[in-house]
């Protein structure tokens, strides 16, 4: 890791509090068994939209110098 990401999340000889900037997410939201149908679905349809986010904001980068591109993960975290 390198810049501010190496300062917040490298290794540290000694616990330390550090400060996490704000960030936006898309979540799934619900209850339920995670085998069922409509979870599968919503999982589906998390990927193709953040893409379409991230090109939205890749063609404002070519405008603008102010936008900094973004990568899209395909990690789940449960």
């Keep these: 890791m390198n810049g501010k990401a190496g300062e917040r999340y490298g290794v540290k000889t000694k616990p330390c509090v550090i400060d996490i900037p704000a960030w936006k997410y898309i979540i799934l939201s619900g209850s339920g068994n995670p085998n069922n149908e409509i979870f599968s679905d919503k999982v589906a349809a998390l990927f193709p939209t953040a ?10 980068a070519e405008k603008s110098n102010e936008i900094t591109d973004y990568s899209v993960s395909h990690r789940c975290f449960f």
């Design 51 to 60: 893409y379409k986010i991230k090109m939205a904001y890749k063609a404002l």
